[in-house]
């Protein structure tokens, strides 16, 4: 049909819409192709403007490769990774009991080496202060979920997780464990602190732009699964990081908020390792998972970066 003007447009693009076989499919291309044109409409999106978000997308997508994420990054910093989250994981009247339920994240990686309950994931020399992690596995009634298989990962004290840091060897601070008939895993580590995230692509220009910083808190990382059960990514964030109310990526929620805490040798404590001469840390967390199909999506990373370590840029936020 000839396109008397933009109503004509959008008419036309949702009749073509309306041809696609696959029912939901067609649902989400219809609504997509509605709010997208409003979009348009309501901000009266110059040309200029439109050509910039373009370059945009296309810059998201060449900016992303086996160790990095970009279009991920991007998600999570306009919060919609957190929204989907939220909407796929809180049911409607269960909103107090929160979801421990958390992003996916732009650094998780598959194949893990499988780690024995009570293992250290650091794998090459990580200067930082030890920490002793438990998570405990339950379902919606609080029942223990043994067998159930977990992913961990986090990022070093210095801020760069092992694909971003060809220092590091390769999954370094990552392990895969299995829960015991607690449904328990433990492990050691070094523990982790805030990080900026990478500011040298698009992600980088929109928070510039905004005015805001790239920070996120400190946490772990982890990724439970077992037949019967969805798939869950889940953070556990640390409640004394300075950025826990105004995470980059909006991804702190109350049930992933917890208390890592310090102990000193001397003071009647004794350490849990007899390597350890200083303070260590200790962290004791409960997951909860709801019934469903352990689906997984493409890991966002897929391989490690080589070259030189890059830099960690840290941006102010504007007041």
């Known amino acids: 049909m000839a396109i008397a003007g933009d109503e004509d447009l959008t008419a036309a693009v949702l009749a073509e819409v309306a041809r696609t076989p696959d029912a939901r499919l067609r649902e989400l291309l219809t609504l997509a192709v509605r709010h997208l044109h409003a979009f348009v409409r309501e901000a009266r999106l110059t040309e200029l403007e439109f050509q910039q978000v373009c370059r945009a997308v296309a810059a998201a997508g060449q900016a992303t490769t086996a160790s990095h994420n970009e279009v991920v990054l991007a998600a999570g910093s306009l919060g919609v990774s957190a929204l989907v989250c939220l909407l796929n994981n809180l049911p409607p009247g269960q909103e107090e009991r929160g979801t421990t339920a958390n992003l996916m994240g732009p650094f998780w990686r598959a194949h893990s080496p499988p780690t024995p309950n009570g293992g250290s994931i650091v794998r090459s020399p990580t200067p930082g202060e030890p920490i002793f992690v438990e998570v405990f596995v339950v379902d ?4 223990p979920v043994a067998g159930a298989e977990v992913d961990v990962w986090h990022a070093s004290p210095e801020g760069f997780y092992e694909n971003q840091d060809p220092a590091q060897a390769d999954m370094n601070l990552r392990g895969r464990f299995t829960t015991d008939d607690r449904g328990r895993i433990a492990f050691r580590s070094v523990k982790p602190v805030g990080y900026p995230v990478p500011v040298n692509g698009p992600v ?31 953070q556990v964030y640390s409640a004394d990081d300075p950025h826990i109310d105004d995470d980059v990526q909006f991804g702190v929620t109350s049930a992933l908020v917890a208390r890592y805490v310090r102990h000193e040798p001397g003071r009647g404590e004794t350490p849990p390792a007899p390597d350890v001469a200083g303070p260590w840390y200790t962290l004791s967390h409960r997951l909860v998972l709801a019934p469903g199909e352990p689906r997984l999506p493409l890991p966002p990373v897929a391989g490690k970066a080589t070259g030189a370590r890059p830099d960690l840029v840290r941006l102010e936020r504007r007041t």
């Open 204 to 234: 980088g220009a929109l928070l510039r732009a905004q005015g805001r910083h790239n920070m996120r808190p400190a946490h772990l990382h982890f990724l439970v699964t077992k037949p019967g059960f969805k798939a869950q990514f889940s």
């Open 140 to 143: 919606a009634d609080s029942v």
